[in-house]
């Protein structure tokens, strides 16, 4: 092959964007990119620091943060790289290290929220029994099993997916290697492999959403009994950002990985893979910081401390 490519690599074809706003579209994904890890990166920060978010919801948002960094950190350097290069190509293995990743960061993000819903549950309807239930033992127990599910599903579903058969076209409509994109190229009846893929995903989507129903029905219920109008209003504001977070992510990837590819075209995959692989990371701790006012606190006490620093070098100067 020309241009040291080798015959095995693939080719992205990218979003497909007008070339004349190409630019444009680089500096917006840019920035959401700059923003996503600066905000994650920053919550991550404020709850290993501060004292007050060292509880078990804060433990697993932090977990959220570092799964996000990780995932956006898995497509988009690559598709900003290939917006502005001509050569556009991916190797077989860097391929398969990142449907591995991918698989790794959206399985255990699947898993993670919902065992966030249950730590709602247990702070919500079982308050004086939550230091107990949720302890720091449990939590790490927790998180690691969030990350052993989605490890498992990216060690499952990636060797099947190298070892099929490519011939012909090379070229990925797509800006990343996605499965359902990838197997547009075999050339070989991946019939069987895609009823597999599509019931894990099934089932690493009903786990995780059962938990998060039953969570939130029993909450709803306990809130519905309290005599408090108070306790309701808070009640209400720490469940609002995971439901928000939930219903984004959760419907992106009911539509990917459920709904029958007779109903996608690869452009519609092309616009939920980029929310869901570039929006949602940045939307999350955005959505958790800017309706939690401990992380809020957290945050201007941090910012407080950094402002002030320099005053008090310049007066013992």
């Keep these: 092959m020309k241009n040291g490519t080798s015959s095995s690599d693939f080719i992205l074809l990218g979003l497909l964007v007008n070339p004349r706003s190409t630019g444009i579209v680089f500096e917006v994904i840019f920035a959401i990119f700059v923003v996503a890890v ?8 404020l709850i290993q620091v501060d004292s007050r978010l060292h509880t078990p919801m804060y433990f697993l948002l932090s ?5 996000d960094t990780l995932f956006i950190c898995t497509t988009v350097p690559k598709l900003l790289v290939d917006m502005v ?3 556009k190509t991916i190797s077989f293995a860097a ?7 991918y698989l790794t960061m959206i399985g255990s993000e699947f898993f993670l929220l919902g065992l966030m819903a249950y730590d709602r549950y247990v702070a919500v309807c079982n308050p004086l029994r939550y230091p107990a239930l949720m302890n720091r033992k449990v939590c790490l127990l927790l998180a690691a099993g969030a990350w052993f599910g989605g490890s498992l599903d990216g060690f499952l579903l990636t060797p099947i997916t190298m070892n099929v058969p490519y011939c012909g076209s090379r070229s990925i409509d797509h800006f990343f290697c996605e499965i359902p994109a990838v197997l547009r190229l075999a050339c070989a009846d991946t019939s069987l492999y895609e009823t597999l893929m599509y019931i894990c995903c099934v089932l690493m989507l009903l786990i995780p959403i059962s938990i998060i129903s039953t969570s939130y029905s ?6 519905h009994r309290m005599h408090s109008a108070e306790g309701r209003k808070k009640a209400f504001a720490t469940c609002s ?3 928000t977070v939930v219903s984004i992510f959760y419907g992106a990837a009911f539509y990917t990985y459920v709904l029958p590819q ?26 958790y910081s800017l309706r939690n006012k401990a992380v809020m606190g957290a945050f201007k006490k ?16």
Aim: a negative charge; hydrophobic letters at 50%.
């Design 38 to 45: 600066t905000a994650n990166l920053v919550m991550i920060f």
């Design 63 to 67: 977990q959220l943060s570092i799964m």
């Design 85 to 87: 290069s001509k050569e």
């Design 95 to 101: 391929c398969g290290i990142q449907i591995f990743l």
């Design 218 to 223: 029993l909450i709803l219920l306990t809130v």
């Design 241 to 243: 950002s995971h439901l």
């Design 262 to 287: 007779a109903f996608h075209t690869p452009e519609q995959d092309k616009v939920v893979s980029a929310f869901y692989t570039i929006v949602t990371p940045m939307l999350n701790p955005l959505i």
């Design 302 to 317: 941090i910012l407080a401390q950094c402002l002030s620093a320099p005053k008090v070098s310049t007066s013992d100067g």
